[in-house]
């Protein structure tokens, strides 16, 4: 049976394909921006910079100050420089640090931002705006801080190193799984969820083995189109607060963390959610076993598969354990502190999933 359901398509306009960088001027006339700031990471200057000299005078100044999980401080500051060079729009080059630093200018200040995203993370997709302040992140939804505009040019991701690339495309695989099984999922959903992981588990391969491989560059980014606006359009469960909690407690990186989580996060939900398995089995070419091919995935793209090898140790699972259980939050299959505690066991000693 169908439904009952309730569905909000978000409002974004994308422009995707292998040379739509050239439309981005266009993009932002279109929003009526004559003064935008450019926002990018300090490792992306050199993108950031050409991103505002192809915008000419409707540029007002570039900002590489973009940091993981958008540091309060950093918020700050971008927020001012903003102010200062009466700025009405963020252009965001860059993945989800430069995206996320444009949100929290629009969070606070209501500019609309344009999406330029070179990662596979999906945040461009999404109205989740996060801040850090004193090791803790705070994490809203707020319509505001959803990009107007995404310009999706797989020439960006090129210069996306194979490990990234391999971990930020399995962080977007994680947005559809937990998609497919969130309480508010929906049919159109699921299809977005499973054609997201099928076109990124065909091409992250490739991707790996090629950096330079713009076909499969252009098929991992729909992919993460895909996988991004199922995460914009649901309700996360039990990977994504592991994941926020370990990556919160103990600075993870974002994308490999979610990369070690996933396998053991879906087999642990996967006895209660059978219509997400079928699904994922049709999307990782029909395997019975979806949890145990996102692990053998993981390690043929030579993916981080421990959180040991992250830098956790065993004294922090029991504490990530704790913290992971104290408040509750919607999971297909109730969260216990043991079963919790025996799924991120499993995964810092990098053993398959059970
Ligand atoms: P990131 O944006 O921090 O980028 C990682 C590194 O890769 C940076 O040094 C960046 O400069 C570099 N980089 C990015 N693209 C590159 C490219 N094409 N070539 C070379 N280098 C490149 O990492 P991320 O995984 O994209 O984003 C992680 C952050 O995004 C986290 O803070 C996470 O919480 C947030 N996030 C938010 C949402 C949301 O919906 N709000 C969704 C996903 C992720």
């Known amino acids: ?54 915008l000419g005078d409707r540029a007002a100044g570039v900002l590489a100050e973009a940091r993981v999980h958008v540091p309060v401080e950093v918020a700050h500051r971008a927020r001012a420089r903003a102010v200062e060079l009466g700025a009405d729009g963020c252009v965001a080059v860059g993945g989800g640090s430069a995206v996320g630093l444009g949100k929290a200018i629009a969070l606070e200040h209501g500019l609309p931002v344009v999406a330029v995203p070179t990662t596979y993370a999906g945040s461009e997709m999404t109205p989740i705006w996060g801040l850090t302040e004193a090791g803790a992140k705070r994490t809203g939804r707020d319509p505001r801080v959803l990009p107007r505009s995404v310009v999706y040019d797989p020439e960006l991701t090129l210069t996306l190193p194979a490990q990234l690339s391999a971990t930020s495309g399995i962080n977007a695989v994680a947005h559809a799984v937990e998609g497919l099984y969130a309480p508010d999922t929906n049919p159109v959903v699921s299809l977005m969820a499973e054609e997201g992981v099928r076109a990124l588990a065909a091409a992250l391969p490739a991707v790996v083995a090629d950096g330079g491989d713009l076909d499969a560059r252009g098929e ?114 109730p969260v216990t502190r043991a079963g919790v505690t025996a799924l991120l066991r499993a995964a810092w000693a990098g053993e398959p999933p059970a």
């Open 1 to 54: 049976m169908i439904g009952p359901f309730t569905y909000t398509a978000l409002p974004v306009r994308v422009v995707f394909g292998a040379g739509s960088l050239a439309a981005l001027p266009a993009e932002v006339a279109a929003l009526g921006l004559t003064r935008v700031l450019v926002l990018c990471s300090p490792e992306q200057e050199e993108a950031g910079t050409r991103v505002a000299a192809a």
């Open 220 to 333: 991992a980014q729909y992919g993460a189109w895909l996988c991004g606006a199922v995460l914009g359009a649901t309700t996360t469960g039990l990977h994504h607060k592991l994941c926020h909690t370990l990556g919160g407690t103990l600075d993870l990186p974002h994308a490999p963390t979610h990369t070690v989580v996933l396998p053991h996060a879906l087999a642990y939900n996967a006895p209660a959610v059978p219509g997400a398995v079928a699904a994922l089995s049709r999307a990782l070419g029909g395997t019975p076993d979806p949890a145990r091919e996102l692990w053998e995935l993981a390690g043929r793209l030579g993916a981080p598969r421990s959180l040991r090898e992250l830098g956790v140790t065993e004294d922090d699972v029991d504490r990530v354990a704790g913290l992971a259980v104290a408040a509750p939050y919607p999971n297909p299959r």
